[in-house]
């Protein structure tokens, strides 16, 4: 699973000829710390969470919800975006884990399953680079944002809180 994400993801940045760098670093899958051994602002890591949202009784969708590392998912905000949305919150880790194709920690800001909705907040725009696990808790890469927003293609609403 693991190493068919990472590859995925390469492929497809090398596919659309992405400006990005492999680092490699010791294990981790905290935010703020793998920031710190990549040596950039924890703001322009690209943190990338699994929810639910659950709407009505039968139906639930799959948000994979990127923000600043500095910020934390605004499930609310989350919610009301989607019409008769009751519930919107972390997915359990073996579904996240399952439908990002990686273990927690080592999220790609990519949705590569048609059941997983990309929503991304705009205050990811400000970096020129964004910073993230590639799949791995050992290797991360540096994306341009730009590269990254035309590739990915993602939905840009206000979900960050401070």
Do not use: W
């Amino acid at each position: 699973m693991l190493s068919d994400t990472y590859e995925k993801a390469i492929t497809l940045l090398d596919a659309n000829k992405a400006s990005y760098r492999l680092i490699d670093h010791a294990p981790e899958g905290q935010t703020d710390k793998v920031s710190a051994l990549r040596g950039h602002p924890v703001e322009a890591a690209a943190k990338c969470i699994v929810l639910i949202v659950k709407i009505g009784r039968k139906t639930s969708r799959f948000v994979l919800a990127v923000v600043p590392g500095n910020a934390r998912v605004d499930t609310a905000r989350v919610k009301s975006l989607f019409n008769g949305a009751t519930y919107a919150g972390f997915a359990a880790t073996d579904v996240a884990e399952r439908l990002a194709g990686s273990v927690a920690g080592t999220v790609l800001p990519f949705a590569f399953r048609p059941d997983l909705t990309l929503i991304v907040d705009p205050s990811i725009t400000k970096q020129d680079e964004l910073f993230f696990n590639a799949a791995r808790l050992d290797r991360s890469m540096a994306l341009r944002t730009s590269d990254y927003i035309a590739i990915a293609k993602p939905r840009i609403e206000r979900i960050a809180a401070y």
